[in-house]
């Protein structure tokens, strides 16, 4: 694959609506959740959000946010002056925007693309369960 293909390749990719966003939310309505997508009015705009508990919902690509990253940076072979210090930044800005929402009183969670992907029944159980207790609190 040339630059130039590569390049056209990373700029077609979406911020909104991936498939990972896509699956998971389908199942967390199909469960009877009811949330906002990439609302705005939420800092950091979570890809799931639900205002009425506090609760935003983050699902992070495996590359673009840096899962296992001590491992997997040395495989990054070409533009690695631009691409390495990207997701870094990435993964900085994500602790940012957790600590302002949980600042805030919101929970955070984050789910990994592979989570998704592999096991969304027991993932999009795991974030009912999270929402039915912060539910339940005073």
């Known amino acids: 694959m040339t630059d130039e293909q590569r390049s ?6 979406k911020g909104k609506n991936t ?13 009877g959740l009811r949330f906002r ?23 992070d690509g495996d590359f673009w946010h840096g899962w ?9 072979k070409n533009n690695r002056e631009y691409w390495i210090p990207k997701i870094e930044r990435n993964m ?16 955070v969670i984050r789910v990994w693309e592979h989570e998704i992907r592999d096991n969304l029944p027991d993932t999009a ?5 999270i929402v039915n207790e912060v539910q339940a609190k005073p």
């Open 8 to 13: 056209y390749n990373m700029s077609r990719i």
């Open 19 to 31: 498939t990972i966003e896509m699956l998971l939310s389908k199942a967390l309505w199909h469960r």
């Open 37 to 59: 997508k990439n609302s705005k009015a939420v800092y950091g705009h979570p890809d799931i959000s639900i205002k009425k508990y506090k609760v935003a919902i983050f699902c």
């Open 68 to 76: 296992d990253w001590e491992n997997r940076k040395d495989s990054i």
């Open 92 to 107: 900085q800005k994500d602790i940012e925007v957790n600590h302002v929402l949980s600042s805030m009183g919101w929970r």
């Open 125 to 129: 159980d795991m974030i009912i369960r």
